[in-house]
């Protein structure tokens, strides 16, 4: 029986296709599986495995860079505040703004990197992100909306990252070795956003102006793409987990949007990771400005001189809570995870779950003690938000595993869109509304923006129990789903053919439609 090879769609020598290495036979070695040996896979890629470290570093450089400048916005809020003289639903837009246009573009990059050359893609859009950021600093005190309009850009450049980064780590590694790079990979998004509130008040402390703390991740960005142009090698798509020496056939987005449809254990897990997005979202942004009303309510601390910057301690507390919880949250749940799959085949969904069912009455209760106790506040949001990083690197391993190799980039798109879409595109500015319909009609005062602005967050907790039930859901579906993942990428579970590969054979008498690789040439 014959097999149709599909060539791979032609593009202009920018967008070139990177799978020149999948033409070749691979004589020697076994092909990705559950106990590949290391030589197997150097073999397949081309790619030393120093080499593939090195460029899972570099990911993981951008990565950090990606998730400071995201939060370094919500570690300077008070200033940006006081500075435009906006409300809190005016502050909530800053993230909805960015994540929207983020949301939106991820599907087009997604598109492009299951298909075109990723290290371009990936060095167009840090090229074009670092310069947005960089003129975000540079916007008078009259034109608010111009700084949305930029935050808005520096999605372009976000999107181009997202979707196509893990798809890489992915070609270059199999089995515990690719969760335990992974985990390294996602390491950057808690403490990279830590380290945006903490760069973003400390250089707004030395600087003196606020403006300054914006500039710090382009001149990092600089660096990315140098790294990237010398470090970076791509590889073959799906080459390690393949047992033929055949390129994987590509299909047509509808295709891949129909077939992603249908996979019970991607759209769960994505419903969970959304629900994760909506608490990580709204207590990104507004943490600190809930630590800072708590302390003005208390008396702790004096409100910001009009014209002068903010104090910058709960930010900074916040963000070192945010990096060591992060860093104990996603090892600890790649481990777990690591240790349960050896008895328990579920054993990642059901991480997943019970880190946010076991987060969500933390951050209720860290919440109610906003004003009672700092220690007890700070203590709660501590072990709420390393339950709350257990699920970082599981989650985007169980979308690597459930969906095959030319599908994966496409994948990362349409979880990005659903998890912005209903998590933190809305949750920033559905706290920001919340918080002053509460305080619409009352005498101002420190403690009513205290208690309104807690009683907003609390909506973040009932999430996370939400997400928890996705999780536990995606547990039904989990084995069956890697299962054909697995076979489909090895060539022994035929994929639906699409309308224009079939043909009408006579059958009795009447018209059939079968798929051309299934007829004897």
């Not at 990580?280 to 601390?301: D, I, K, N």
């Not at 002068?308 to 945010?322: A, K, V």
Request: glycine share 10%; hydrophobic share 45%; charged share 15%.
């Amino acid at each position: 029986m014959a097999t149709r090879h599909s060539p791979h769609p032609d593009a202009a020598p920018f967008l070139s296709q990177a799978d020149e290495m999948e033409e070749e036979v691979v004589e020697g070695g076994s092909f990705a599986g559950g106990g590949q040996p290391e030589v197997g896979v150097q073999t397949v890629t081309g790619i030393s495995y120093p080499r593939s470290v090195m460029i899972v570093a570099v990911l993981c450089y951008i990565n950090l860079l990606n998730y400071m400048d995201r939060f370094t916005v919500a570690g300077i809020l008070p200033d940006i505040e006081s500075f435009f003289r906006i409300g809190d639903s005016s502050s909530g837009l800053l993230q909805t703004v960015f994540i929207s246009s983020y949301m939106v573009l991820a599907p087009i990059f997604g598109y492009l990197g299951d298909r075109y050359h990723r290290k371009h893609l990936l060095c167009l859009g840090i090229t074009f992100w670092s310069a947005v950021t960089l003129g975000s600093s540079f916007i008078p005190q009259k034109q608010f909306w111009l700084l949305l309009v930029t935050r808005g850009l520096v999605g372009v450049g976000e999107a181009s990252y997202s979707t196509i980064a893990p798809t890489i780590i992915a070609d270059l590694f199999v089995s515990d070795r690719r969760s335990r790079m992974l985990a390294f990979f996602y390491f950057a998004i808690p403490v990279g956003s830590g380290l945006g509130y903490i760069v973003g008040s400390k250089v707004k402390d030395l600087a003196e102006d606020w403006h300054w703390a914006l500039r710090v991740t382009p001149a990092l960005g600089v660096v990315a793409v140098v790294l990237l142009v010398t470090v970076l090698r791509e590889p073959p798509r799906g080459a390690v987990e393949r047992h033929s020496d055949s390129p994987l056939r590509c299909t047509s987005w509808a295709a891949d949007v129909r077939a992603l449809s249908r996979n019970r254990s991607f759209v769960l897990s994505s419903l969970g990771f959304t629900a994760v997005a909506f608490v990580t979202g709204s207590l990104a942004l507004w943490a600190p400005a809930f630590l800072y009303r708590s302390c003005l309510a208390t008396g702790q601390c004096r409100p910001c001189p009009d014209g002068d910057t903010c104090s910058s301690q709960q930010s900074l507390i916040f963000g070192l809570i945010t990096c060591v919880t992060g860093f104990l949250g996603v090892g600890a749940g790649v481990e777990i995870s690591k240790r349960l799959r050896r008895t328990n085949p579920r054993a990642d969904p059901l991480v997943c779950a019970a880190g946010l069912l076991g987060s969500a009455p933390f951050l209720f209760l860290a919440l109610a003690w906003g004003q009672g106790s700092s220690v007890a506040t700070y203590v709660f949001i501590f072990i709420g938000e390393t339950l709350l990083s257990l699920n970082w690197a599981i989650v985007a391993d169980i979308l690597l595993y459930v969906v095959v190799p030319t599908r994966r980039s496409t994948a990362e798109s349409f979880q990005i869109v659903m998890s912005h879409l209903l998590g933190d595109a809305g949750s920033p500015y559905l706290i920001g509304v919340i918080s002053d319909r509460i305080q619409r009609g009352r005498p101002p005062s420190y403690l009513l923006e205290f208690h309104s602005l807690q009683y907003a967050l609390m909506l973040s907790a009932f999430a996370g129990v939400l997400g928890g039930a996705f999780f536990l859901a995606t547990a039904l579906f989990i084995q069956g789903d890697r299962k054909r993942a697995e076979l489909s990428t090895q060539g022994l579970l035929p994929e639906e053919a699409e309308p224009e590969d079939r043909i009408v054979v006579p059958k009795r008498g009447r018209s059939t439609k079968v798929p051309v690789s299934s007829v004897l040439i």
